[in-house]
């Protein structure tokens, strides 16, 4: 893996790399790191570069809609496919290994796209950064033979970022927002029903004003994890009745809201005793 030197460095090497594989489809959610690579495709391969979008139960609302936007920014032609990861048992079951399945049927639909028309390779958005977590998705890829220029030449999320918001992509600051399954613990089964629920939380949650959340799946109960800054407005005695009410009308029968700022792949630590406030019980 290489190091990274500067930002025009890092894109004068990308570039290269990307315009040496002739052409590519690009798996792309629309968030910085798929972004950067699309952008990078745009300008390195130009019609032989397809931004590709997987759609499923998973997909929280308006991440589609803002891929398209992005993909418009760049320049760069997008299409979108169907996945049916909840159809792959390991997917539903929600092991340690979820995240594997997901990704082997995105990548089996992608390769499938590029082998029928024609495109040299897949590429991903992981970054280095992405390899000091538990990524089992990584192992896919491996296997679908997923190419990872970022991953490849070192960059980090800072870098990324700092590339992205050099080329003007729209996205270089948008906050990450992984898969709804993400927000379920493991052993919890996925369901279409309770993704719905988890996406229809967040979504009345993120109506109040908040940026950067996630509210995780616990059965009845619905906790909300929120940033830093953002942590003490939602505890003013107000707002906790909102967001109580926000969580409920989703279909949550209790609501809490974590006294630990959010941290992205908290799911994947052990826990560390977090304290919590539960809201008012619903009436």
Known sequence: MATVTTTAELQRRLEARLAGLGSAVVAFSGGV????????????????????????????TGELEGASAVARAVGIAHETITTDELARAGYRANDRDRCYHCKSELYDALAAVAEGRGYAAVLSGANADDTGDWRPGLVAAQEHGVVHPLL????????????????????????????????????????????RRIDAAEQAVRALGYRVLRVRHHGDLGKLELAADELDRALQPDQRDAVADAIRGAGYAHAAIDLEPFRSGSLNRLPRGRLTVLQRPAR
């Open 33 to 60: 790191d798929s972004s950067l690579v699309a952008a990078l495709a745009a300008r390195a391969l130009g019609e032989r570069a397809l931004a590709v979008t997987a759609v499923s139960p998973a997909l929280a």
């Open 152 to 195: 490849e030449a070192g960059a980090t999320k800072a870098d990324v970022r700092a590339l992205a918001r050099a080329l003007g992509v729209p996205s270089a600051d948008k906050v990450a927002s992984p898969c709804l399954a993400s927000r379920i613990p493991y052993g919890t089964p996925v369901d279409p029903d309770t993704l």
